[in-house]
């Protein structure tokens, strides 16, 4: 790591407190604390978030206190604890994120704008900070719009966002009202990670059917701007808890933990004491098991580690209690005076006694409802440096698509973790030994340095903006040219140039704004306007056909040169193969939600833009593979544009109008605009000194680029703004 790291979380890896002697300074508690200490403790590094006092106002003091462990602190108020902390963040975003839905309040109204303030006051306290060349790393749920509000005020810089918790799949996202802004707010990053690439997936699948943005290998392009979207599973400093697992201090410490428990089994649980931790349904589990098998009452003894968390949330206080009430009922049922079968510690602990706990427990229960990671899991086995020990695993924690041995229950299942449990308290030493020296090489070899390495390493080869570098100086100088021409021909194709994507072909009318910009081009002196699409004679003349432009449907089939003129076909119509591929395509379409497929008269166009993206590949797959040995296939060639999938006449694309409308203009200066693969033949056919314009990411033929429609409409303007000039010029 070369840069300079700015860390972004809601939480400061310190906490103060207020006492009668001063500010006290305490280590936070918690995975993400604990995952960034290294990348902290290490290098030059500032870390911005708050420190767990209310205050209205900055207050010098407590930046002061901070200062000596590069902390900058983000002072929070009263109003916002309810709000954006206790509201937003953790009655909507966390409930949400792990699934229960049922906990989820949306019924505040102060919430969202308080979470948006304090977002703001994030972004605003780093880019004061931001010096070129620094890196800003944003963390976890709490802060989702700060990379948009970054890239706002810092343009250049490079911005990554890690989310600790899982990113929900695509239909439980779509609950949240602020849904869009949120996606928006993370895709101001230049590298989003996720633990897993399920929860990667999940966030590129909610981009494509809320923002109709398509992932490409693991890159989306935002307004022509690459954003990686991958998956970065967090690790934690294993060395270091196998070398205080072999100090003579731990051992002491074990040897007297296995007195306690008198040669009885020891199970253990460590978590926040949170409703997404599973403690419920885990006691349930367990007391399942002792009416199974009654007689473990007396071999059995469950330690449950519990660190109090977001104690002002109500469904955390209601949580505690019912819990704690099992806790009683179990032990006032199987329990006796001598022996408290399940011992609940409400404390943190330091980090020997975690330790301790870990090389001391026989089984280790780690049985979230669902969750991000979970470190916990891999303490335990990185404490475990003789190889036994059993981890009980669920399979909705993030954990489980790498911690491969352990032994994976369902949370929800409670006969399933109880036989899981009695595996666990049963298994043959040669079993443990084996599935714990998988487990640990695991553990080790993706430790948190590699993780935060990986991370940084990916956002510093993420070139700053790469494609809003491009346009600046050099397409102003072809503007220039563009504008003064005598004689200008404008060659512009229509979906995601000049209108935005929609999920339906049919909704992408022209707005007002468009249809005047492409009104007052066709009656600039000198100009001519056509639009190439790969859209059908009838659509075109509905959004176009008042205008005085030329216009050239089918990527270049039909066309028809000037208003309320007959359309002309380039060839015979209708190909003898298109009956038979409507025919399979159209099938097809029926097994294929959220595609559709467009006739025209000599092509047909699957659209899937709004269908499932591993569906969607699939069904590709098959259709390619039908149509390769089409006994026609010669005659049709297949062209992939943005999730559409074309199949039309050999021979037949946009660059073939090009010669006849250059004809009609002799001598006149071409521009011409577009965004996808069937814009790449018209930018192959430009004459010299054309100026070709590519809009958004990836390859292109053409010379110059912009980001996305706004930028392609407010060049157009520009043109159309010019003309009102040269009267007066002339005139003079
Ligand atoms: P958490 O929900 O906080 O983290 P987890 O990953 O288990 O969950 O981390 C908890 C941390 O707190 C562990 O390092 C553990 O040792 C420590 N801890 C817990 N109880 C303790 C106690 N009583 N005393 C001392 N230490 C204690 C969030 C996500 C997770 C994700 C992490 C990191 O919810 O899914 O793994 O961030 O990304």
């Known amino acids: 790591m070369q840069s300079r790291v700015l860390l972004v979380s809601n939480r400061l890896p310190v906490t103060l407190t207020r006492r009668e002697q001063g500010l006290e300074v305490n280590p936070s508690v918690g995975g993400l604390a604990t995952a960034l200490k290294t990348v902290h403790g290490g290098g030059d590094s500032l870390w911005f978030g708050w420190s767990g006092l209310v205050s209205d106002a900055p207050e010098p003091e407590v930046a002061a206190a901070l200062a000596p462990h590069r902390a900058v602190p983000i002072h929070i108020t009263a109003a916002e604890v309810k709000a954006y902390y206790d509201g937003f963040c953790n009655g909507v975003l966390w409930p949400l994120s792990h699934y229960l839905l049922e906990k989820v309040q949306l019924d505040q109204s102060d919430d969202w704008p308080s979470y948006r303030a304090v977002n703001e006051r994030f972004a605003d306290a780093v880019a004061a900070q931001w010096r070129p060349g620094d890196l800003i790393w944003v963390h976890d749920y709490h802060l989702t719009l700060v990379p948009a509000m970054l890239r706002q005020r810092c343009p250049g810089a490079r911005i990554g966002f890690f989310l600790h918790v899982p990113f929900p799949g695509p239909e439980i996202f779509r609950i949240l009202p602020r849904r869009a802004e949120v996606l928006r707010g993370l895709l101001g990053a230049d590298v989003i990670g996720f633990h897993t690439a399920g929860y990667a997936y999940s966030f590129a699948y909610s981009c494509s059917q809320l923002l109709g943005l398509e992932l490409t290998g693991d890159v989306m392009y935002d307004d022509g701007r690459p954003v990686r979207v991958a998956a970065f599973p967090i690790g934690i400093d294993a060395d270091e808890f196998a070398k205080r697992a072999a100090t003579p201090e731990v051992k002491a410490r074990v040897e007297a933990l296995h007195q306690d428990s008198q040669g009885r089994t020891l199970i253990l649980s460590v978590d926040r004491f949170d409703y997404t931790k599973g403690h419920v349904k885990r006691i349930l589990a367990f007391e399942k098991l002792l009416q199974l098998r009654p007689e473990l009452k007396e071999q059995l003894h469950v330690i449950q580690l519990v660190v109090p968390t977001r104690e002002q949330v109500d469904a955390y206080a209601d949580y505690r209690s019912v819990v704690n009430e099992l806790v009683g009922r179990i032990n006032g049922t199987f329990g006796s005076p001598t022996h408290a079968l399940v011992h609940m510690l409400h404390r943190a602990v330091d980090f020997d006694e975690l330790c301790a706990l870990y090389a001391a427990a026989d089984v280790m229960l780690v049985t979230p409802l669902r969750d991000g990671m979970n470190l916990v899991a891999k303490e335990y086995v990185a404490s475990r440096i003789d190889d036994t ?138 100009t001519s306007v056509h639009v190439v699409s790969g859209r059908s004679r009838d659509s075109l003349e509905s959004f176009l056909g008042e205008l005085d432009l030329g216009l050239h449907a089918e990527h270049g089939l039909w066309s028809r040169f000037e208003r309320k003129g007959e359309w002309g076909a380039r060839r015979p119509l209708p190909p003898g193969w298109l009956e038979p591929v409507r025919r399979r395509m159209e099938r097809v379409v029926q097994r294929t939600d959220g595609s559709v497929l467009e006739v025209k008269s000599g092509a047909l166009a699957f659209h899937y833009r709004a269908t499932e993206p591993q569906l969607a590949r699939r069904r590709l797959e098959e259709l390619r593979l039908a149509l390769r040995s089409d006994p026609q296939a010669t005659e049709f060639e297949v062209l992939e544009g943005s999730r559409v999938f074309e199949v039309r006449p050999r021979g037949v694309n946009k660059g073939t109008v090009l010669p006849e409308v250059l004809a009609m203009a002799p001598g006149a200066t071409v521009l011409a605009i577009g965004d996808d693969r069937t814009d790449e033949s018209l930018f192959a056919a430009l004459p010299p000194g054309a100026v070709g314009v590519h809009v958004g990411g990836g390859q292109t033929l053409a010379r110059y680029r912009v980001s996305g429609v706004a930028a392609v409409r407010s060049l157009l303007k520009r043109i159309a703004d010019t003309v009102l000039a040269a009267p007066t010029a002339l005139a003079r």
């Open 389 to 526: 020990g059993v981890l009980v695993l669920s399979e909705f924690a993030g954990a489980a698509t790498e911690l491969h041995e352990a032994l994976l229950v369902n949370p929800y299942d409670l006969e399933g973790m109880a036989h899981a449990m009695l595996q666990a308290i049963e298994m043959q030493p040669f079993e443990q030994k084996l599935r714990m020296s998988g487990l640990r090489k695991t553990v080790h070899a993706g430790d948190v340095d590699q993780w935060a390495r990986s991370f940084v390493d990916a956002l510093e080869q993420q070139k700053p903006s790469d494609t809003q570098a491009v346009p600046s100086v050099a397409l102003e100088q072809a503007m220039a040219i563009v504008t003064s021409a005598a004689r200008l021909l404008l060659v512009l194709d229509y979906d995601g140039t000049l209108v935005e994507f929609s999920n339906s072909p049919r909704a992408a009318t022209p707005d007002r704004e468009l249809v005047e910009v492409l009104r007052r081009l066709s009656l600039r002196p000198g």
